[in-house]
């Protein structure tokens, strides 16, 4: 339970940081409020890949660690970047 409570504080803080960030940019353009969330998701597959093919010991689970965080960071982002999505849509 106490891992759980954890993926939702890093998940819950992750969102609110992307948030206010995220409404810098869709004053802009509506579609750039998705930069962070896919810059993200591409530093957390390189771990990913970086873990499956570049070790071959225990070192590899600390990636595969870092890439489930990184995903875990992803999915508070894309949560954020989603809300703000809409909210400025309807304002449009």
Same mark, same amino acid.
């Given at each position: 339970?106490? !891992?759980? $409570?954890?993926?939702? $504080?890093?998940?819950?803080? %992750?969102?609110?940081? !992307? ?9 802009? !353009? ?12 591409? $530093? %957390? ?11 071959? !010991? ?21 949560? %954020? ?12």
């Amino acid at each position: 339970m106490d !891992n759980l $409570i954890d993926v939702l $504080i890093v998940i819950f803080v %992750s969102g609110i940081i !992307n948030y206010f960030i995220s409404r810098l940019f869709v004053k802009k !353009n509506m579609f750039y409020v998705f930069i962070i969330p896919a810059i993200v998701l591409i $530093i %957390s597959g390189l771990i990913f890949l970086y873990a499956f093919f570049g070790t071959t !010991n225990w070192g590899s689970l600390i990636f595969l660690i870092l890439a489930f965080i990184g995903l875990f960071i992803f999915t508070g982002t894309i949560l %954020s970047s989603l809300i703000l999505f809409f909210q400025f849509r309807k304002k449009l």
